[in-house]
């Protein structure tokens, strides 16, 4: 993803205790959509919050397009994450730290082998 990024729109939301965010990222031409985790990695250090407090709505790269369009909500503590956002959107977040856990626990277990003893 490129430093120069451009915040579309930021709307403070007294009544849940959020900022309401819509970025435009831009990538390069041969990149992949950035992953949840990345895209949350890249708005905390952008806006100086808490990645913690960030819940990705929505992630729009159109095809042939050299920008992605991020929707994002920013609150002020976790308990109103619960409170207000979806249980499916809290559920990605925590979903890609086990897939992390997943892949870091596969990189240390030993390689398989089969009854011979010989890998597979």
Do not use: C, W
């Not at 994450?81 to 499916?88: G, P, S, V």
């Amino acid at each position: 993803m490129s430093n120069s990024s451009g915040l579309v729109q930021d709307n403070r939301n007294p009544l849940t205790k959020r900022r309401e965010v819509v970025l435009k990222i831009p990538v390069s031409k041969n990149e992949a959509t950035p992953s949840r985790a990345k895209t949350k990695q890249y708005i905390a250090s952008l806006l100086n919050v808490d990645k913690e407090l960030i819940v990705i709505k929505s992630i729009y790269h159109p095809f042939g397009s050299r920008e992605v369009t991020v929707v994002v909500n920013i609150y002020d503590t976790p308990e109103k994450i619960r409170l207000f956002e979806r249980k499916y959107l809290i559920e990605r977040d925590i979903g890609n730290k086990k897939k992390e856990v997943t892949k870091q626990q596969a990189d240390e277990a030993p390689a398989q082998t089969d009854k011979k003893g010989d890998p597979k």
